[in-house]
């Protein structure tokens, strides 16, 4: 951050702490031994009720949804800082609703699908998901082949989606799919709509992934749908969707953040207590090293999300540095991660321990959102243009 927060930004920021520490880090071990026993890292019903209804009452709810739809309308660079302190936690749990996709409803919804959809999704009762891998094609979105065909007054849609997260959940799919095979990413491809409910949609099988997560394949077998499902317009749902992985991306920097400051917290009240050899671990050069390249790579990667905060809020194209973000935030904190595991010996690698959780779902996010690869593709061909 290069200036300060506002004060009552700041006292947001501070209450999410307090809410980190004392709501939910208390239910870790609990998370860590369902995820030990096999299970999701996920909440029950009756841990996250009392939570959701506590922030409700803070005020911690509908944060960066505009006003009109009884949101806070917070800027970016507030919403990043509180994401980091959210993801300080292994307990999955975020305020109501997940940014992303009320961003692109946002930018997409028409005025009846922004009562129908974007009121309930904004004020945290309705859940969502976004449908765009495919078997044939992740890394290359413009690649998809679930087609979409106009017939009469409806569109029948045909395809198969897959690693799909948070889908049984969902009170609305927003599905992407090709209406002109020939256009491609620039004109060809259009966001829809879809209820769980529409017949011939159903989830053919649910993944199990790292860190307790799910995925989910999902088949789309003559699904019918009228121009109102359509979001956006009509071959154009190639920038709306750009906009949700953009905010995600930001999103992303900020949870790496969290991530690695929470091992390198561990790591540093760990090898000041640890005695090997005589000597506390802490006083080795081999760690402190590891401290000190820990604490400055963490500081360059939160000076690189509140850049890109600013930027957004400023409303400045941010997907090339989205991309610098994404992939240097996740391998920083694959790094550090990896690292306080190391310090810890056999306890780092014991499931009693935050660290396996952080290291798998670190991992996970060097693929979702865009393999690290493709990223720097990205970044590469900006770059190589600008010098050209
Ligand atoms: C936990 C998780 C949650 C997910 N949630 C969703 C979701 O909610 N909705 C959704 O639609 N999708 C979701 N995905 C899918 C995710 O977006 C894709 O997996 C990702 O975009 C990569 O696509 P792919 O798996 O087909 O890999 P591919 O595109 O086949 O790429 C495989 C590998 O090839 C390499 N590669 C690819 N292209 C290049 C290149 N140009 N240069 C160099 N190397 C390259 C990279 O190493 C890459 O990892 C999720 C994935 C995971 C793991």
Redesign the pocket.
Known sequence: MTTPFAEEHQMVIDLVDRFVREELMPLEKAVMAREAAGGQVALTAEEEAPLLAKCRDLGLWALDAPEEVGGVALPTTVMLAIQEKLKSTITPFIFPPDSPNLHMLMEAASPEQQIKYMQPYAQGEAKS?????EPG?????AQMKTRAVREGDEWVINGR??????VPKSDFIILMATTDPGKGARGGITAFIVEPDTPGFFIEREIP?LAG?R?YELVFDDVRLKDSQVLGEVGQGFAPMQTRLTVRRLEMGAMCVGMAERALGMMCEHTQQRETFGQKLSDRQAIQWWIADAATKIHACRLMVMDGAERQDRGEDVRTVASMIKVFATEMAQEIIDQAMQSFGAMGMSREMPFAILSERVR?AR????????H??VIARRTLRDYA
């Open positions: 998901c976004i449908a765009i891998s094609a992740g890394g290359d979105p989606k897959i690693w799909v997260s948070n992934m997560a995925t996970l693929i979702y959102e865009g393999p690290s690869e493709v720097r593709m």
